[in-house]
């Protein structure tokens, strides 16, 4: 097995552990931050009356799916690394379809999508798989096709970080790690794929916490 598939092994075995606790823990998108909640609203707003469907990419129980689907009344698939997740997801989302799938090799035919979305999902990926994963998002959105990815970010100026967990969801073993890259590094990989993107959101940490979030807009010439 190579790095990367004993890794993404790793994530997944991670996720199907934790996700009957995520899925209780984890907000609905009508809990999100008021900018949050806009930069997503905009994103369904964009996506809204598309003919083609849209791609929720590691769409965990399908909250955000659910969500998206019901504000921009489009067809969306949900695709997450995790049986587990896809599992919860479809039982909480029978009208929506959920598959098992990994963003590095997506399950979808080229130029098959109007969106992609990436929801917390992407900083999950080593840095060297970017290009990967967004080589990806471009093969499958059709020409005009919209991304949307957020996520946690780095210091704008400094080299990034990387934070392996052992534990989370109340102790529950996983092993990954969460890569938190500047937001210009995101830009300029998302540049290399051949996206333009047209807008970048960085949040600072809310009083007494440390994350830094980001949430990027492209479009797919
Ligand atoms: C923090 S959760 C976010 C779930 C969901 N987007 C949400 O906002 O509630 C991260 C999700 O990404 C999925 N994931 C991680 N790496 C992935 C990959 N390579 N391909 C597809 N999904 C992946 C995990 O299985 C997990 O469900």
Known sequence: MSDASSYL???RGSYDTVADAYAEVVPPPSALDPLSRAMLGAFAEEMGGAQAPVADVGCGPGKVAAYLAERAGVDVVGIDLSPRMVTLARRAHPELAFVVGSMTALPV??????????????HHMPPELLPTVYAEFRRVLAPGGRLMIAGHVGE???EGECRHRTEAYGGLPVSYDSHFLPPGRIVRLLEEAGFVVTARLTQEPAPGQTRRYGTFLAVSP
Do not use: I
């Open 109 to 122: 035919l080229d130029a098959a999508l109007a969106g992609v979305l990436a929801y917390y999902s992407t």
């Open 9 to 11: 092994a790793a994530v």
């Open 156 to 158: 704008d100026d400094g």
